[in-house]
T-cell receptor, first 113, second 114 residues
């Protein structure tokens, strides 16, 4: 049973437009959420996180939105750049940030020049 | 180096053989994690060390899998009697004293069991 779900395996967006990546979770005990980016043959790299006490966190071109009632979070990238093309993983943990992360299956983002 | 280092980067072995995968975390990071990533899936948690002890090994799939971190730094993931289903990328990550929950991942060890 997947506790973190990314239902879109791929997404293509034109350069300069907004990319919106979605993630749903089922475990109501999750209280910390992260997004990771992964290029081929590299390990995942941390992008942005959000605690369940917030509903929005912004860092430059990246914004994460959390809707606890819907158990849904999304990552917005604006404006999208070709270098953003990668696999994006949503991850969640319970009991604070020290615990192990549960990952979604990822979404391949392709930003077209 | 400054990042998490994993060796070997690629390992091809035959079914039934024993395999060791090594992880050298970022210096000073006390928490170390092992994950496994199969094709088309996200990383799947295996085991978490805090210092020398395994704080959570609930993700290890069976008793063929074992991991150690004897001095609280380098860790070795050991797989006995490998099976074709063990083929995956094994990722190691470490975390320092931060409240962001950020894990720093290595590039992974790709294991292929023939």
């Amino acid at each position: 049973d997947q506790q973190v779900k990314q239902n879109s395996p791929s997404l293509s967006v034109q350069e300069g437009r907004i990319s919106i990546l979605n993630c749903d979770y089922t475990n109501s005990m999750f209280d910390y959420f992260l997004w990771y980016k992964k290029y081929p043959a590299e390990g995942p790299t941390f992008l942005i996180s959000i605690s369940s006490i917030k509903d929005k966190n912004e860092d430059g071109r990246f914004t994460v939105f959390l809707n606890k009632s819907a158990k849904h979070l999304s990552l917005h990238i604006v404006p999208s750049q070709p270098g953003d093309s990668a696999v994006y993983f949503c991850a969640a943990s319970e009991g604070g940030s020290a615990r192990q992360l549960t990952f979604g299956s990822g979404t391949q983002l392709t930003v077209l020049p | 180096g400054a990042g998490v280092s994993q060796t070997p980067s690629n390992k091809v072995t035959e079914k039934g053989k024993y395999v060791e995968l090594r992880c050298d975390p970022i210096s000073g990071h006390t928490a170390l994690y092992w994950y496994r990533q199969s094709l088309g899936q996200g990383p799947e948690f295996l085991i978490y060390f805090q210092g020398t002890g395994a704080a959570d090994d609930s993700g290890l799939p069976n008793d063929r899998f074992f991991a150690v971190r004897p001095e609280g730094s380098v860790s070795t993931l050991k797989i006995q009697r490998t099976e074709r289903g063990d083929s995956a990328v094994y990722l190691c990550a470490s975390r320092g004293q931060t409240n962001t929950g950020e894990l720093f991942f290595g590039e992974g060890s790709r294991l292929t069991v023939l």
